[in-house]
């Protein structure tokens, strides 16, 4: 079993097409149309009109549905409404670009450039980049020695209540061993 993907068409999405018209008629049924009567041949075709428009090139699992209700009966005449849908979905052509080998083979200078100017916008934005967090990190680390300065003056000395001695802020307190009571 060979299985080959066709690059033809694309689907742009589904299109739907709705006619009504008014017909008077017996009780037989529908006669002559007032306004045309739709047919399902012509919303069919509307739906081609419609995906053509839309920038289509054909439109796939086309259906179509055709009602008929009677509006009001006389003594002489009965008035039909006549409902025909169309439905399916668009297909457009499929746009190819030339692949950059093609490219390359037209015009190899052109291209040598176009990877100069790709390479050097790369490397700059790079730059750029490191720079930035350098200077990010630079500046991030004078924050963090300032904070701790500050934090240093302003905290106040701790006193331990055990021992009623002074303790500094960067001194660990000493081991407490358990007390035996416990």
Do not use: C, F
């Not at 750029?128 to 300065?149: L, V």
């Amino acid at each position: 079993m060979s299985m080959s993907i066709r690059g033809g068409a694309a689907p742009l999405g589904p299109v739907h097409v709705r006619l009504t018209g008014l017909v008077r008629g017996d009780e037989k049924g529908p006669g002559i149309g007032i306004v045309n009567a739709p047919t399902a041949a012509e919303a069919t075709a509307e739906l081609h009109r419609v995906a053509r428009v839309a920038g289509a090139d054909k439109v796939v699992s086309v259906a179509a549905d055709y009602r008929r209700a009677a509006l009001a009966g006389g003594t002489t005449s009965t008035q039909w409404r006549i409902e025909v849908q169309a439905w399916g979905t668009a297909m457009a052509p499929v746009k190819i670009e030339p692949s950059d080998d093609v490219e390359r083979k037209r015009d190899p200078e052109a291209a040598k450039a176009k990877d100069q100017d790709a390479a050097k916008k790369t490397d700059e934005a790079r730059d750029a980049q490191d720079d930035a967090s350098q200077a990010k990190a630079e500046s991030t680390t004078a924050a963090e020695q300032a904070a701790a300065q500050q934090a240093d003056a302003a905290a106040p000395p701790q006193t331990s209540t055990d021992t009623g001695s002074t303790m500094d802020s960067a001194t660990p307190p000493p081991a407490s061993s358990p007390s035996p009571d416990r």
